[in-house]
Structures are given as structure tokens and as C-alpha cells.
């Protein structure tokens, strides 16, 4: 095993024990300078792999701590609404990422069809959690940003989908695994916060470190050839 993948797999290990001692003894502001403390981590991991030769992963990592600095206040609606366009640009940025690595691929007529009604359904899906915390989002701004965020997450899963249907390398299994990450805890973060479940707050923790560890992982392998 890799020192790297030694690295990932404690630093998701610790992080996820330590979320759930500070979930079950102290507060939810408590827990997101934990989440902000793990995002800082990985940064900091991925300097180690040169990663300030690409100023593009330098973005979605300082985005991701943008969002996560913006969720310590997430109650105000000002900070709510750089929560959502910083993880919505991160995640625009990932999609690009995804694009990128993706050979010339040609989409038969049946893979057009799956692949819209995959992204209608999920549309859908946002659309439904929209309207089941109407008011967390009775702002106009904060209820666009939203939809930016969701619809950006739903490229983002769908392209990286498509990365790995193209090569089916263990990097783009990487993406796409830290694809599914970021749009689980999304999923169960904002459920978490309306329903107070600390199992759910978990879960949701468990799976951001699972997308970090995902991105650093990708970062890894980002200079390997793929056939």
C-alpha cells in the first residue's frame, strides 16, 4: 500500500471517529470546524503532491474551504449564499476536470436517451428537495444558488460517469467514487440539518471524507497515462 493511500484511509478513519465524538458531545458549530479542519487537511496533502503545478485543483481546493468557512455561519442568509456558489463552482470546476479526461467518445442514440433521462430525473429529484425545505430557501438568490449548486453536482456525477464508461482506469473510478461522495453529502447534510438526525450528520461527514480522500487520490494518478 502507498504512503498516500496509508494517509487517506487515517485520515478518513480519524476524522470520521472525531466527528462522531464532537456530533455526540458538542454542538453543529463544533462539527463544521471539524469538516473546515479535514477540507484543510487534504489541502495541505495535496501540496505534497506538487499540486500547486495546477492551478486549477488549487481552485477547487480553496473553494471547498470558501464553503466550508461560509457553512460556520450557515444560519445567516449572506454566508448561506456563498455556501452555495463556492461549492456550486467547485463542483462546476470538477465537472470540467472530468470533461477534460475524457477522450472523443461518441454517444449512441440509446446512451443520449439514458443519459437525459438520468439527468431529467435527477432534476427532478432536486427540484422535489426544493420544494420539501421551501422555507430554508424562501430567498430568491439563496433558491437560485441552490439549483446552481444541485444542477452543477448532477453534471458533475454524469460526466464523471461518462469518464469512467470511457477508460474505465482506477482513476476515473477515483473520480467517479468522489463524484458520488460529494453528492451524498450534499444529500444527507441538508436532510441532517431539517431532520437533526446525528446519524445522519455521520454519514454525511463519512462521505465528504470519502470525496476528499477521492480528489486527493485523482490528484495522485492525474499525471498517468490512460489507454
Do not use: P
Amino acid at each position: 500500500m502507498r504512503l498516500l493511500d496509508i494517509f487517506i484511509f487515517l485520515a478518513i478513519t480519524i476524522l470520521a471517529v472525531a466527528n462522531f465524538f464532537v456530533f455526540a458531545e458538542l454542538s453543529i458549530i463544533d462539527t463544521r470546524w471539524v469538516r473546515l479542519f479535514g477540507t484543510i487537511l487534504f489541502a495541505v496533502a495535496a501540496l505534497f503532491l506538487r499540486v500547486y503545478r495546477n492551478i486549477f485543483f488549487i481552485l477547487i481546493f480553496s473553494l471547498l474551504i470558501f464553503s466550508d468557512l461560509a457553512l460556520l455561519n450557515y444560519e445567516i442568509t449572506e454566508f448561506k449564499i456563498f455556501q452555495f456558489l463556492f461549492r456550486g463552482l467547485a463542483y462546476l470546476l470538477i465537472g470540467i476536470e472530468a470533461k477534460k479526461s475524457i477522450k472523443k467518445y461518441d454517444f449512441s442514440t440509446f446512451q443520449i436517451i439514458i443519459l437525459s433521462f438520468v439527468f431529467i430525473i435527477n432534476l427532478f429529484l432536486l427540484y422535489m428537495v426544493a420544494e420539501t425545505f421551501h422555507k430554508e430557501l424562501n430567498d430568491s438568490l439563496v433558491s437560485a444558488l441552490f439549483y446552481f449548486q444541485g444542477i452543477n453536482a448532477i453534471i458533475m456525477l454524469l460526466l464523471g460517469a461518462i469518464y469512467l464508461s470511457d477508460n474505465g482506469s482506477f482513476k476515473s473510478t477515483a473520480f467517479f467514487l468522489m463524484a458520488c461522495g460529494f453528492i451524498l453529502t450534499d444529500l444527507a447534510a441538508f436532510a441532517a440539518y431539517h431532520l437533526q438526525f446525528i446519524e445522519i450528520f455521520v454519514i454525511d461527514r463519512i462521505f465528504y471524507l470519502m470525496a476528499l480522500g477521492g480528489l486527493l487520490k485523482y490528484i495522485s494518478l492525474k499525471d498517468e497515462l490512460e489507454f
